[in-house]
Nanobody
Framework: VQLQASGGGLVQTGGFLRLSCAAS????????MGWFRQAPGKERVFVAA???????HYENSVKGRFTISRDNAKNTIYLQMNSLKLEDTAVYYC??????????????????WGQGTQVTVSS
């Protein structure tokens, strides 16, 4: 599975962005997909995940601000990011893992990664 992320950019605090991640093959009913992020000098950490049934899981700091969704017909997931904060600045990576469990949040439990897209939040 190849993943192509897009939609990053520069935004002011309180603003919004929508990230997209397109998969190269049919991922519906086979993969959970999600987003991680990596700030400079820090490890890649979990942000959100969604399985083929639409079950979601979020990291606590983004709950209520970020929404993950997927379009199985397009093999694409989205991350709507609202009320952005300075600490949301990072490279955002989309990932895919076999199965339907959305609670796996460590990078080693995910099978495929996209190339990353930069999100920069400025004051």
């Amino acid at each position: 599975v190849q993943l192509q992320a897009s939609g990053g950019g520069l935004v002011q605090t309180g603003g919004f962005l929508r990230l997209s991640c397109a998969a190269s093959e049919r991922t519906a009913s086979a993969y959970t997909m999600g987003w991680f992020r990596q700030a400079p000098g820090k490890e890649r950490v979990f942000v959100a995940a969604i399985n083929y049934s639409g079950t979601t899981h979020y990291e606590n700091s983004v709950k209520g601000r970020f929404t993950i969704s997927r379009d199985n017909a397009k093999n694409t997931i989205y991350l709507q990011m609202n009320s952005l904060k300075l600490e949301d600045t990072a490279v955002y990576y989309c990932g895919a893992r076999s199965g339907s469990t959305v609670e796996f949040t460590t990078t080693r439990t995910w099978d495929y990664w996209g190339q990353g897209t930069q999100v920069t939040v400025s004051s």
